[in-house]
């Protein structure tokens, strides 16, 4: 599983890096870099792993490109299907790479905080990319499936015609329930997860009850159906990568 776990990594760092400063090729070059780096660091050094990490950076580049691409007005199915095939290639081939060491591997077994005391190189890799992706990545795929499925115009985003303007703190919002489900998911509390779930629509309703004078739905609410869906779909896969 390691090379899934850089390549989320390499994904999730390029995306972080566009949220601070958005700056075309440099910050896909970033997470490239970031995934290159994290794998070294894992002992990914064998022919076949070195040739992985190239192919992930490569990917981590095509991932950034596409999405800006589709955020300017493109096909935003396209970034969908790059990360897709990329994680599906990467699942079928996840047999293949040793198990990771390295110096992370030294350092998880020097390490004296408890809560990573018998954690793997390879299980600590992927928990680092899942949590990454809750974060940045998490709302990109959101605003793309939006705009794949028409609910939003990617030439919408920050205008007032943007629903994202009259549901304020969904950028906030959306990471921080991620990580809260990713979380309580891997604790076992899936009762408190689904509190969280529910938390997020009763907080919601009155503004999406003003919205929705009409018999039909309105594009309020589904975008607010839609995104939440999404996000906590990006969540509940990540929980299913770390699945035991």
């Given at each position: 599983m390691s090379w899934i776990a850089v390549l989320l990594v390499g994904i999730a760092v390029a995306d972080l890096a566009h949220t601070v400063r958005p700056v075309p090729v440099v910050n896909e070059c970033i997470g490239a870099a970031a995934a290159v780096w994290v794998g070294l660091l894992a002992g990914l050094t064998a022919p076949v792993d070195?040739?992985?990490?190239?192919?992930?950076?490569?990917?981590?580049?095509?991932?950034?490109?596409?999405?800006?691409?589709?955020?300017?007005?493109?096909?935003?199915?396209?970034?969908?299907?790059?990360?897709?095939?990329?994680?599906?290639?990467?699942?079928?081939?996840?047999?293949?790479?040793?198990?990771?060491?390295?110096?992370?591997?030294?350092?998880?077994?020097?390490?004296?905080?408890?809560?990573?005391?018998?954690?793997?190189?390879?299980?600590?890799?992927?928990?680092?990319?899942?949590?990454?992706?809750?974060?940045?990545?998490?709302?990109?795929?959101?605003?793309?499936?939006?705009?794949?499925?028409?609910?939003?115009?990617?030439?919408?985003?920050?205008?007032?015609?943007?629903?994202?303007?009259?549901?304020?703190?969904?950028?906030?919002?959306g990471p921080m329930e991620r990580v809260f489900i990713l979380g309580l998911g891997l604790a076992g509390q899936w009762t408190a997860a689904g509190v969280v779930v529910a938390a997020k629509g009763l907080l919601r309703w009155p503004e999406l009850r003003t919205e929705t004078a009409q018999a039909r739905i309105h594009r309020l609410t589904e975008y607010f159906l839609v995104g939440s869906f999404v996000s906590w779909l990006t969540a509940l896969a990540a929980l299913l990568l770390l699945a035991d």
């Open positions: 070195l040739v992985a990490l190239l192919v992930v950076a490569a990917i981590t580049v095509a991932w950034g490109q596409t999405v800006t691409r589709a955020f300017a007005g493109g096909r935003a199915w396209v970034p969908l299907l790059v990360l897709g095939s990329a994680l599906a290639v990467a699942v079928l081939t996840s047999g293949i790479p040793d198990p990771a060491g390295g110096v992370l591997g030294d350092w998880l077994d020097d390490v004296g905080l408890p809560v990573l005391h018998g954690l793997s190189a390879d299980r600590a890799l992927l928990l680092l990319g899942t949590f990454l992706v809750q974060l940045s990545t998490g709302n990109v795929l959101v605003r793309l499936v939006l705009a794949a499925t028409g609910t939003v115009s990617p030439a919408d985003h920050d205008t007032v015609n943007d629903p994202e303007q009259q549901l304020k703190g969904g950028r906030l919002l």
